[in-house]
């Protein structure tokens, strides 16, 4: 019980930050007329969106749980599925303050390959969404607008920011509709945070580090335990480091940071509950897991 308690202090200590940021990020989205977001990340989609998509959850100085608010908030906005996936899988370790915390941990060169390889599998899996959209084998997004004819993005924001005004009202009305809006979130980063101390309570750390070996059994178990871990990117990204160095396993570390994106039980919720689709949501992993384990396998072939 001492564990599960601290444990959940912890946790809860590690997340709430990111959590509140991604209020003020909900709030400040819902402010945005649909138009800039669509015009942001491309109406279509092809390419061009999801690369605009990657790129921005890369950008995103956000951790996995506060991520989760913005990118629901993003296909209520008219998001394709595709560019919301995308959007996830790249954000939750890739911002740049956890950036210079991995490359301090495990170098700059491991910590560049890792970005890339991180940024190839969201791209494939927002294309490979938006492919099984078209096919009609996953729901279009209801939200999804088009930009008005002659649409400018930066002139239209000017004219939108020199018409608003700043005022105390609006800004509270705004951090209000940013807590209202993010309580399906919370709900379910509550539940993880219980099951991920639960596991603390019951499985010794020692007896990961014995499994975490560079071998095909070893990088199954990391994805094993990447799914039912809850942990945010603030502690995934030590733990990657402990696999990396401790065990001799890069592979595992790329599969546990990008393992716990995939497979991660509150992104998955959140999506059902975001997409309205059950069927959307577990394709996620379905996609994205067996790029993680080929990608991860191909690392430690070249490190060997």
Request: glycine letters at 8%.
């Amino acid at each position: 019980m001492q564990t599960l308690n601290h444990s959940i202090f912890e946790l809860v200590n590690t997340v709430w930050w990111g959590v509140v940021i991604g209020m003020i990020m909900i709030g400040i989205l819902g402010k945005v007329p649909r138009e800039f977001v669509m015009a942001a990340l491309g109406t279509k989609t092809g390419v061009k969106g999801i690369w605009r998509a990657t790129f921005a959850g890369i950008l995103l100085d956000l951790c996995s749980h506060g991520i989760l608010m913005v990118a629901a908030k993003l296909y209520e906005r008219g998001a394709s599925a595709g560019q919301v996936m995308a959007f996830l899988v790249a954000s939750p370790w890739n911002s740049f303050s956890l950036t210079l915390i991995l490359i301090a941990l495990i170098g700059i060169s491991w910590t560049v390959a890792f970005i890339l390889l991180s940024m190839v599998i969201a791209f494939i899996t927002g294309v490979i969404f938006d492919t099984l959209v078209d096919k009609s084998i996953l729901p279009k997004n209801p939200q999804q607008i088009d930009i008005p004819p002659g649409f400018q993005f930066w002139r239209e924001a000017k004219q939108e920011l020199s018409a608003t005004s700043f005022t105390s009202e609006f800004i509270g009305n705004m951090l209000v509709s940013g807590v209202k809006d993010s309580r399906m979130v919370v709900r379910w980063i509550l539940f993880g945070v219980i099951l991920a101390s639960l596991v603390r309570a019951f499985v010794s750390p020692d007896q990961f580090e014995l499994i975490f070996g560079p071998t095909l059994l070893g990088l199954g178990i990391t994805l094993f335990v990447a799914t039912i871990l809850e942990v945010c990117s603030e502690g995934s990204t030590p733990i990657a480091a402990d696999i990396l160095t401790r065990a001799g396993a890069p592979v595992n570390s790329f599969a546990f940071l990008m393992g716990g994106v995939a497979t991660d039980y509150t992104e998955i919720m959140v999506l059902k509950d975001a997409t309205k689709s059950l069927k959307t949501a577990l394709f996620l992993p379905l996609i994205t897991v067996p790029q993680v384990f080929l990608l991860g396998w191909l690392i430690n072939l070249s490190a060997s």
